[in-house]
């Protein structure tokens, strides 16, 4: 009983003084109650216990379980492990002798021994005991305090070498002690600092209450980041990330720890990179990406609005006589124009070339900010002394009257547009389902493609990808592709889109997928070493709870490995149940499926969003690799992150040898585009293939 309470205390942290004093009386009454039965049946007939001895027994014992306990709790110390090794042996070998002497001094306070010499050398064991116990109470002594001095000195040498600012605080929130970069950040000498409240330092009401909340939860036991406003001695204000941290002392919380980090410069880094991404470098306004973000908004929402898609008529004639950088400055003067015509609460946005886009919202209505559109380019403008006359063609789409699809929903907005110019220019055309390409009845249309799917008449084109150093094929992109019985090739930007408003998207992905799987079989049967070939997957099929299993179902059907497939999906897949998708990924990796952010930077992307989610690769958007030259931040950007992620990179829409070279020196390595190779057929995808082959 008593060894099982002294190796059950040892394995704990320290506990108080009464557990303590508790378990080493237990521990010594154990061991005197054994000893003294044990003797009492074999000199039963010489017992005569001696009072005094009997107390200088039990207290000596008493002694010996106070400093064993006392050692097994240091020795045991887990974090301090390495630093006890040497401790351990010399511990061991003193409370070993300790423990040898407690037969001899029990057996002495049992005996009437009596010495006729007067030297009492029979009180010889009570002496042994009394040294070995002084030099086992004097081990634990000289190791605690080292081992005091030793985290003394780690506490203060990662308080006071912490590159960021530490603060200690008391469990009301004042501030005990800093460090000099605290003096540093703040601007406040460590003397006013020390005894200041810390809310004395936030700034903003709102900021206060916040962190007021976060420092409760802290005491409470949670141990999160928070970011948050600082003011300065010089009313001057920071960004930080502070983590706090319980400081406990015998399981008691006597304060807090605040690790803060200065975050201003990448506060206005990241305020940058996302008003670069997002705004047009020409005219200051919004782009597409930024238009196609307030659209998914209002579309999450669920709120009613308009789109206006504006072409300028004569602009190209213009540009084409007089020079991009004259075109340049007429494509400024209408977005100074149309920011005077429409209403505040309307975000206009400049989609490419002298295209722009109107989103209305609202109380206000298309057809009067048209018409004032319209009205207000009657004017001419003028750039370098010369004056242009130059109108506005415009169309416009509803949502969700038109569609509820926002890809088709821009779509619409500029085949009105096209009609509007069709009919003379200079006006608006309201979109209306007569305009869809080559007159389709979308309802036609969408049975066609039913069975389509349904008769296997869905072919797959090959994209392929390049390394940018080696031009060595390093895998492909699968596309579907529907030639239509009448109408020839349907774009997939048509029949995409209504796959997944008419509920076919998965069924058609899916046929896909086994298309693919059968043409890696047949490759694999004639020899090829076939690269890993992407697939790209719609947010829509990550809703089916089956899609993992189809998967691994798919791969066993065809004998193949993961490691063969990668899938593309859009950033729009981190809108909604990110959880349930992200588990989703996971299982993919471990099947060996890559996973690859198709157009990266066009939706909704963040660090927070790409720390947690499983992806291997990010896939740079073909509108980035267009304009290389005035999106050379954002792509340095964009492959510095996927760096510091540990992910792939791969550049799409490569078309000319200068954005190779670019992007070669920004250290993406592999490309996509038509610079290589259009998207080929099965068969002369095969062809390149088998040419590589030979040429290795």
Request: hydrophobic share 40%; glycine share 6%.
């Amino acid at each position: 009983m008593g060894s099982y309470a002294a190796f059950s205390l040892a394995q704990r942290d320290i506990g108080n003084t009464p557990q303590y004093v508790f378990t080493s009386l237990l521990i010594a009454a154990s061991i005197m109650t054994a000893e003294y039965t044990a003797f009492y049946i074999i000199f039963r007939e010489a017992i005569k216990i001696q009072p005094v001895l009997f107390i200088m027994s039990f207290l000596m014992i008493l002694v010996t379980s106070f400093s064993l306990i006392r050692f097994l709790m240091q020795i045991t110390n887990e974090d301090i492990y390495e630093f006890v090794k040497k401790y351990k042996y010399t511990g061991s070998v003193l409370g070993g002798m300790a423990l040898a002497g407690i037969p001899y001094i029990v057996l002495t306070s049992m005996m009437a021994i009596t010495d006729g010499s007067g030297i009492h050398s029979f009180l010889a064991p009570f002496v042994y005991m009394a040294c070995a116990n002084l030099l086992f109470i004097l081990v634990p002594d000289l190791f605690g305090e080292k081992l005091i001095m030793k985290n003394v000195q780690s506490h203060l040498s990662l308080f006071t070498h912490n590159p960021d600012s530490v603060f200690r605080v008391d469990l009301q929130g004042y501030i005990l002690s800093v460090n000099k970069e605290a003096v540093e950040l703040t601007g406040y000498g460590d003397n006013e600092l020390v005894g200041l409240h810390f809310i004395d330092l936030i700034g903003g009401s709102e900021e206060e209450k916040k962190i007021k909340k976060y420092f409760m939860k802290v005491l409470s036991g949670e141990t999160k980041l928070i970011e948050t406003t600082l003011k300065r001695a010089d009313s001057t204000y920071a960004d930080v990330r502070i983590t706090a941290v319980r400081v406990i002392v015998k399981n008691i919380t006597v304060g807090v720890f605040g690790v803060v980090r200065d975050i201003t410069e990448q506060k206005k880094a990241d305020k940058m990179i996302e008003y670069l991404a997002y705004h047009d470098e020409l005219t200051n306004l919004p782009n597409r990406r930024n238009l196609e973000k307030v659209m998914s908004a209002q579309f999450i929402k669920d709120e009613v609005f308009s789109l206006i898609y504006l072409d300028f008529d004569r602009f190209k004639r213009i540009n084409d006589t007089f020079g991009h950088s004259f075109g340049d400055k007429i494509l400024v003067q209408i977005g100074r124009k149309l920011s005077e015509v429409v209403p505040e609460e309307c975000l206009i946005a400049r989609i490419g070339g002298d295209e722009f886009a109107i989103l209305v919202t609202g109380r206000h209505k298309p057809e009067s900010i048209a018409r004032e559109v319209v009205h207000a380019f009657q004017s001419p403008l003028f750039a370098e002394g010369m004056e242009f006359l130059i109108t506005a063609s415009i169309g416009i789409s509803r949502y969700p009257e038109d569609t509820n699809n926002l890809e088709l929903l821009l779509k619409y907005a500029d085949m009105a547009m096209y009609k509007a110019k069709e009919n003379g220019a200079n006006h608006f055309q309201f979109f209306d389902q007569s305009m869809v390409d080559n007159n389709l009845n979308k309802f036609e249309l969408e049975n066609e493609l039913r069975n389509a799917i349904n008769s296997d008449a869905l072919t797959v084109f090959y994209q392929p990808k390049y390394n940018a150093e080696t031009n060595v094929i390093t895998g492909a992109e699968a596309l579907a592709r529907w030639k239509h019985s009448r109408h020839g090739m349907i774009p997939p930007g048509v029949f995409i889109p209504i796959a997944e408003e008419a509920n076919l998207i998965v069924p058609l992905e899916r046929l896909i997928i086994r298309k693919v799987f059968s043409q890696l079989v047949k490759w694999k049967s004639q020899g090829f070493e076939v690269p890993r070939t992407s697939i790209n997957i719609s947010i829509i099929h990550f809703y089916q709870e089956d899609f993992v299993k189809f998967m691994q179902h798919a791969l066993k059907e065809y004998g193949l490995y993961g490691e063969l497939i990668e899938i593309e999906v859009t950033e729009s897949i981190m809108i909604k149940k990110e959880d349930s998708i992200n588990e989703q990924l996971q299982a993919l990796r471990e099947i060996g499926i890559e996973v690859s952010i198709d157009d990266f930077g066009t939706g909704y992307s963040s660090l927070s969003y790409l720390s947690k989610l499983s992806v291997d690769r990010l896939k740079i958007d073909q509108s980035f690799i267009s304009h290389s030259q005035e999106n050379r931040e954002i792509i340095s950007t964009i492959v510095s992150m996927a760096t510091n992620l540990k992910l792939k990179v791969i550049a799409e829409g490569v078309e000319t040898e200068s954005q190779i070279d670019l992007l070669k020196s920004l250290g993406c390595q592999e490309v996509q585009g038509y610079f290589y190779s259009p998207p080929l057929p099965s068969n002369e995808y095969e062809t390149m293939m088998n040419r590589e082959l030979q040429e290795t």
